[in-house]
């Protein structure tokens, strides 16, 4: 069975300083891995995904993440936060060995706060 | 290019009433489509998937069910709803077995 542990609940950072979000999942195949943002009230959009391709997925609004294998983890990065990345993220992972139909394991979420 | 809506926005209704709400789909067809709660406070709670016209699996029972009666229209429904039935519905779709897009939601309140 898969599952995705997101070892903050909160992550409180100044603005224009690193951000670091992590995520380990649990796979018994090999994963697809992905991070979505929610705003308030909104939808979670897609920030990136990594699906067996390159380990340094990089995504919108100058985030990215890396996979490794040895150590099953997909930590999400940006290396200068700005007010805009006040949001709620989701690390989520999806196995197709094991759910062809493509069912998501959502973490349960990382609230990030920018402070100026 | 490929579309999801979602409606009402926002939706009071009472103990006891029901509920009808609706995603589509634009710009692709025979979509995956999938029906999420998220709680305040909560994470997301997968509620049905459906991989084809008629064609519903449920993942939690409870109080409501879900339709799909054309290739990108998802209906979810309730008989009589409940104070627990409180939340952020989502839903999303996926053109393969990958990244899913999610619609902008349904904020419902059930007072």
């Known amino acids: 069975a898969q599952s995705v542990t997101q070892l903050d609940s909160h992550v409180s950072v100044s603005e224009g300083t690193p951000v670091l979000l992590r995520c380990n999942y649990s796979?018994?195949?090999?994963?697809?891995l992905f991070w979505y943002v929610q705003h308030p009230n909104k939808g979670l959009q897609l920030l990136l995904k990594?699906?067996?391709?390159?380990?340094l997925v990089k995504g919108i609004n100058g985030f990215e993440a890396e996979f490794k294998k040895s150590e099953t983890s997909f930590h999400l990065t940006k290396p200068s936060a700005h007010m805009s990345d006040a949001a709620e993220y989701f690390c989520v992972v999806s196995d197709l060995a094991t759910d062809s139909w493509g069912k998501f394991q959502f973490g349960a979420g990382t609230q990030v706060v920018v402070t100026p | 290019s490929q579309t999801i809506h979602q409606w009402p926005a926002t939706l009071v209704q009472p103990v006891g009433s029901p509920l009808s709400l609706e995603c589509t789909v634009e710009g692709t067809s025979n979509p995956n489509l999938y029906w999420y709660r998220q709680a305040a406070g909560r994470g997301l709670q997968l509620l049905f998937y459906s991989v084809g016209i008629g064609q519903i699996s449920s993942e939690v029972p409870q109080n409501l069910s879900a339709s799909r009666p054309q290739d990108r229209q998802f209906i979810l429904s309730s008989k009589k709803l409940l104070l627990s039935d409180s939340g952020f519905y989502l839903c999303a779709w996926t053109p393969s077995s990958y990244e899913q897009y999610f619609g902008p939601g349904t904020r419902l309140t059930v007072t």
């Open positions: 990594y699906t067996s391709a390159a380990t």
């Open positions: 796979s018994s195949y090999s994963p697809s």
